[in-house]
């Protein structure tokens, strides 16, 4: 599904997913993926990288064959990523601390989103010490427990936000699940970024209305659109 950008409707909340978006992910989803499922098959891991972005449990839900041993699968993801986290190996992408800044600076709220738990998102947060680095953090169970490619997080983004339309929104991401979801929601600018799981081909496939080098080109290209 492909869409027109709408120029005429200022930003006012920008929802950025975290790995591969705001913070480098450089193979830990997949490292984790690998310690929850050591005997998985060549199609599982293929399965993993196609879905990046989407809610962690759901991916197991798929690969697993029943609900038990999905979480169970889940939870040792979650714990094998947390330890990845400790071990130091998780850091900003170039640019996107300044982003933040830089977005706020412009009068937008920020949001981060996540496919990872509560608790692993709260972890990286901490980690990289950004506590406080955007105005609203939404994991799929904040939004009910729907993740992506499912609107839900962005919309309850609008809702904490208070936009005046979804045209006002802006969602950015390295997956097509982050596209889609965007899309979805109902959000003019739904960019893509080239610094993680999926090329520019398959984000433009998904509907992206731009396709960025970084996140650090975010704030001039709004500003560009609404200039």
Not at 32 to 59: N, Q, W
Not at 89 to 109: F, I, S
Not at 120 to 127: G, N
Not at 134 to 162: E, F, K, Q, Y
């Amino acid at each position: 599904m492909h869409r027109t950008t709408d120029h005429t409707t200022p930003v006012e909340l920008v929802v950025l997913d975290m790995a591969g978006t705001t913070v480098a992910d450089d193979g830990l989803v997949e490292e984790a993926f690998a310690a929850a499922l050591p005997d998985h098959s060549p199609e599982a891991a293929a399965y993993v990288r196609a879905t990046m972005g989407e809610s962690k449990i759901t991916v197991f839900r798929h690969l697993c064959p029943d609900e038990e041993s999905a979480q169970a699968a889940n939870r040792a993801f979650e714990a094998a990523y947390a330890r990845l986290v400790d071990e130091g190996r998780c850091a900003p992408l170039p640019g996107a601390g300044d982003t933040l800044r830089a977005l706020r600076d412009q009068g937008r709220t920020t949001a981060l989103t996540t496919g990872f738990s509560g608790d692993t998102q709260a972890r990286i947060l901490r980690a990289l010490g950004w506590e406080d680095a955007a105005d609203l953090v939404l994991c799929p169970a904040d939004a009910g427990g729907r993740g992506r490619p499912h609107p839900d997080m962005v919309l309850t983004a609008a809702l904490r936000a208070r936009v005046g339309s979804v045209a006002a929104i802006a969602v950015v991401g390295d997956t097509a699940s982050d596209v889609r979801s965007g899309l979805r929601a109902g959000a003019s600018v739904v960019a893509g970024v080239r610094t993680g799981a999926h090329d520019d081909a398959a984000l433009r496939a998904a509907g992206a209305t731009n396709v960025l080098d970084g996140v650090a080109d975010l704030p001039d290209l709004l500003a560009a659109r609404e200039g």
